[in-house]
């Protein structure tokens, strides 16, 4: 799941303009500029409008936020009571996917285990991205030691695989015992402490371009204190690749708590997570594949999601794309 | 080459010699997003070989999107020519094959741009380009194409070409950089070099040897030079002839003698007038007021009634046709005559 | 060059000694008691606890013992110690690395095969229905966890189809390399380990080629006459190649990371398959001792690639 942040990251590296075009190449004449200039937001909502994928991902991230907060709404079976003489039950009109080997409702289960990956998605993502943002913007603006520091960290971290890291910390968090709350709390902190390299990486240099930006140059001899400029200023041209990285980070965290659970070393029964049912229904899936296939369909319909989100707002925010 | 016709000046767009190069009546579109771009409008001209045309005018003019045409490089998409004729020796390179038109690119008409940084391939030693259409083009082997790699290295003058003919363009300074793309475009020994901008990224010494090596070369290999630039100041010892474009049209046609003494359209004069002299140190510099005009909507009448200091009634309606001036002289200004008889206000 | 060379070795070596120093103390205060652990359910008498205290050095102050860990480490050939039921960790390892560079090997050959070519293609045609089709593709691939395509891969692949052996021998060892069908049962798990890095190499490909396309130096290939695929063969490819080979070079050394939930599935019995039972059994010096050497992989691998984009990029080489 370093992987997906890496799609990110190198796509948005090699987005930000290299060498400088030529201006007289050809299909970009000066002249063909449009006299009047519209703003890169609109311009990209506009273009994000047009894309059906977007809307897809939207409304599949809409349903699984429903999903996780109503889950009642969704399913009237409880996914805890489970009884063995439905062990592997076929599909009926009370348990639409059947029934596991526990003879627990598969469809209830996946449905509340919808909850539990968004919190640890959601939360590893608040938490990355506020260290990212936070230091991503001090580092650029400041400069100097403070920035090298940050720079060492963020290669220290990267350093580490962050799979191995997780399954390193969550292995310490999952011996030391503690409810199901704490080890959810656990995999947030974690996931977010290791995930945030790439954000600030992002906003560093994003930050060190404006820097350098007139505007910023203006307000400075104005006399705008540093709060001011990185918040007024600075903030607002960092945030559409912020946007983006943060975005796909929720998808490889939601990914990462699975893959961790999956592993026995993330959420545990009772608690419900996709990645458990997953690891459970393996073992039989000889004997029938449903129980599988229904929690990885959520699972990998949700990550989906949120990548593609991700990368059609990065499309849409990068003109060179176009 | 053994009937070229060279007609001493210029013979006008309706010339009936046979040139070496001759543009005609070309027009170039830019099919993008927001709409038509207009940016080659009815251009013709032509050259012999051993002479040089200047080609002016502001960026966006459509100057180095002629040369692009001639050398078949445009992106087609977007760029679109929908009629007009570009013939070499005769022969109308867009009416060719693209492998037709390959086999006059760099052997017959070769050309060098302005940033020789970025126009050169990063990760090749300069020698290994220069030797490049050596190699694959005149069968040359390898020892022996860079053996030529180092005289032509020679003979546009890049001090110890030997010892330096393997090392990348990042290490060489811009004149020497662009000295390394005047060797390349060269190899070939082309009848016609289009040099688009070749000095504008150098400092003003290396400005001025750049020119002079050009001029050189074109004296001794006998080749046409069509010399792209939007500075005046640059061409007036090298260039023979200068053709002054603006939103796409040529304006201005005629030797360089002519053109410095009396414009004959109110931009040329604009242009001359925009030109730092040392007779008149402590005046403020004249320069042409306004914007150049945008090719999707361009202006009514004459596309320079906007900025014109002379703009009348007519010329917001009416588009200046080319006036022939004699000797080969040309002006698109609805006023050419009265330019020339200082009568004009 | 060496400037450069010596800052990027000199940021290994501190990168190495943070991450072994965070990986030890987090799996020294793992809590529980190792030496329960080791015993299993039996009662451990007084005697028996001093002794194996002495014998893994479990008396020793905290730093004492990370530093004798690291110059275990440092030394040639390397020594990772014994697992908690004695075995040597060098044994295990040389007979898991073997199986799981075969499984990165082959990961990393559909990624070039299949990953660079369609980079390639849809970087030349942009905006085509290949191009966006396999955009779409790739989407999805990087989408999909590979908790879901390593499980759903093995159901449709070896039990629904039964093209492929649903889990892999035991053989371990590099004699694993010279066998034909030992390379056959790792081709599904190195697909499904190679998928992600097909996608981000297509996506990295495509970006580049396409980006190289519209650069200077292709205009005047094109001005120089040179034919169509020699501009596209020899100037873009080989300036694309740059990032692509230094992505390829790090991507083997996360392959290897990525390996513990294939290896898992498919029950190969690489590095990412003893990582996997470590923890299922609390050994923590295996765990420490595989994810030592998973993090000097990676590290290794990130070297090469400087040198590698260096060897590539005379820019770089020559600064």
């Not at chain 1, 913007?137 to 920035?147: A, L, R």
């Not at chain 1, 404006?210 to 140059?217: G, M, N, R, S, W």
């Not at chain 3, 020699?230 to 100037?235: C, D, T, Y």
């Amino acid at each position: 799941m370093t992987d997906f942040e890496s799609v990110a990251a190198t796509e948005l590296h090699t987005a930000t303009p290299g060498p400088a075009g030529d201006p007289n190449a050809p299909g970009q004449p000066h002249t063909l500029e449009v006299s009047k200039p519209r703003s890169a937001s609109a311009d990209a909502w506009r273009e994000l409008r047009r894309r059906p994928l977007f809307w897809i991902a939207l409304v599949i991230v809409g349903l699984v936020l429903l999903i996780a907060a109503f889950p009642s709404l969704f399913t009237s079976a409880d996914p805890t009571t489970c009884s063995l003489s439905h062990r592997m039950g076929d599909p009926s009109g009370a348990a639409i996917f059947g029934y596991d080997v526990q003879g627990c409702d598969v469809f209830a289960k996946s449905i509340y285990g919808t909850k539990n990956s968004l919190l640890a998605g959601a939360g590893a993502a608040l938490v990355a991205g506020i260290l990212g943002m936070v230091l991503g913007i001090t580092s650029g603006y400041f400069g100097g030691w403070w920035d090298g520091v940050v720079s060492r960290v963020i290669d220290i971290v990267l350093g580490l695989p962050l799979l191995l890291a997780g399954i390193v910390f969550m292995k310490r968090v999952t011996n030391a015992g503690g409810g199901q709350t704490a080890i959810l709390l656990a995999l947030i902190s974690i996931l977010g402490l290791l995930g945030w390299t790439t954000a600030a990486r992002v906003i560093r240099s994003s930050v060190i371009t404006a820097k350098q930006q007139d505007y910023v140059h203006a307000a400075k001899m104005l006399g705008a204190g540093s709060g001011r400029i990185m918040w007024r200023h600075i903030l607002p041209n960092s945030l559409a690749p912020f946007i983006v990285i943060i975005t796909m980070a929720l998808g490889s965290f939601i990914a990462a708590e699975a893959t961790l659970s999956f592993l026995g070393i993330g959420l545990r029964p009772p608690s419900q997570s996709w990645g458990i049912d997953i690891s459970t229904a393996r073992a039989y899936m000889r004997e029938n594949p449903i129980p599988l296939i229904v929690p990885s369909t959520f699972l990998a319909l949700t990550v989906l999601a949120f990548v593609i989100l991700g990368d059609t707002i990065r499309e849409a925010f990068d003109p060179k794309l176009r | 080459m053994t009937d070229i016709h060279v007609t001493s000046g210029a013979a006008g767009p309706t010339g009936s010699g046979r040139h070496l190069l001759e543009v005609k009546d070309l027009y170039v579109e830019f099919h993008t997003r927001d709409g038509v771009a207009r940016v080659i409008n009815g251009v013709s001209y032509h050259l012999d070989p051993g002479e040089t045309l200047a080609v002016l005018g502001e960026s966006g003019s459509g100057k180095s999107v002629t040369a692009q045409a001639i050398m078949g490089i445009l992106d087609m998409p977007p760029a679109k020519i929908p009629s007009g004729k570009i013939l070499y020796k005769g022969q109308d390179l867009l009416t060719m094959s693209e492998e037709q038109r390959r086999q006059v690119r760099g052997k017959e008409i070769s050309m060098i741009f302005q940033d020789a940084l970025s126009a050169l391939n990063p990760v090749f030693p300069v020698g290994w380009q220069i030797s490049e259409t050596l190699r694959t083009r005149a069968g040359l082997s390898r020892k022996d194409a860079l053996k030529r790699a180092v005289e032509l290295m020679d003979l546009v003058k890049i001090p110890a070409a030997k010892a330096r003919v393997k090392d990348y363009p990042h290490q060489f300074s811009g004149g020497m950089r662009q000295r390394v793309m005047i060797a390349m475009s060269l190899a070939m020994e082309p009848k016609v070099l289009i040099a688009d901008e070749p000095t504008t990224a150098l400092d003003v010494t290396v400005q001025a040897q750049i020119m002079d090596l050009l001029g050189d070369l074109r004296r001794d290999m006998n080749m046409g030079l069509i010399l792209i630039t939007h500075d005046l100041g640059v061409v007036a010892d090298v260039a023979d002839r200068i053709a002054v474009m603006y939103a796409g049209r040529i304006v201005e046609h005629a030797d360089v003698r002519s053109v410095y003494k009396h414009p004959a359209h109110p931009y040329t004069e604009g242009l001359l007038d925009s030109i730092p002299r040392l007779d008149s140190k402590g005046t403020e510099l004249a320069t042409i007021k306004g914007l150049p005009p945008n090719l999707m909507r361009p202006p009514t009448g004459c596309a320079f009634h906007p900025r014109c200091k002379y703009a009348k009634a007519v010329c917001t309606t009416e588009t200046p046709l080319s006036l022939d001036l004699g000797h080969g002289r040309t002006s698109a200004c609805h006023f050419a005559k009265e330019m020339l008889d200082g009568t004009l206000r | 060059m060496f400037r450069y060379l010596v800052r990027r070795f000199l940021q290994m070596i501190m990168v190495f000694i943070a991450t072994t120093f965070i990986v030890y103390s987090l799996m020294y205060w793992t809590g529980g008691d190792p030496i329960q652990a080791l015993a299993g359910e039996k009662p451990v008498s007084d005697l028996q606890r001093a002794q194996l205290v002495e014998k893994y050095g479990l008396d020793q102050p905290f730093l004492q013992r990370y530093w004798n860990y690291l110059s275990d480490l440092l030394q040639w050939p390397p020594n990772f110690g014994t697992t908690l039921t004695g075995r040597s960790i060098n044994d295990i390892l040389s007979d898991a690395w073997p199986v799981t560079m075969q499984l990165a090997t082959i990961a990393i050959l559909f990624t070039i095969i299949f990953g660079i070519t369609a980079g390639v293609i849809a970087g030349i045609r942009r905006g085509s229905i290949f191009d966006n089709s396999t955009l779409v593709l790739t989407l999805l691939v990087i989408g999909i966890p590979s908790v879901v395509l390593a499980p759903l891969s093995q159901y449709l692949f070896t039990i629904q189809w039964k093209i492929f052996p649903t889990t892999a021998s035991g053989v371990g060892g590099w004699e694993r390399w010279s066998d034909p069908s030992l390379w056959f049962e790792l081709l599904l798990p190195g697909i499904v380990l190679g998928s992600l890095s097909v996608a981000t190499a297509m996506r990295l490909t495509r970006a580049s080629v396409s980006e190289n396309l519209r650069a200077d130096f292709v205009r005047t290939a094109r001005s120089k006459g040179m034919p169509g695929r020699r501009v596209i063969g020899i100037h873009v490819l080989r300036n694309s190649l740059i990032p692509i080979v230094t992505f390829l070079g790090v991507e083997l050394g996360s392959l290897m990371a990525g390996a513990i939930v294939t290896e898992g599935v498919f029950n190969v019995p690489g590095v990412g398959y003893q990582l996997n039972r470590a923890l299922k059994t609390e050994d923590t010096p295996l765990v420490i001792g595989i994810v030592s050497v998973l993090v000097i992989v990676f590290l290794v691998a990130n070297l090469i690639v400087d040198l590698l984009y260096a060897v590539l990029d005379p820019r770089i080489r020559y600064e």
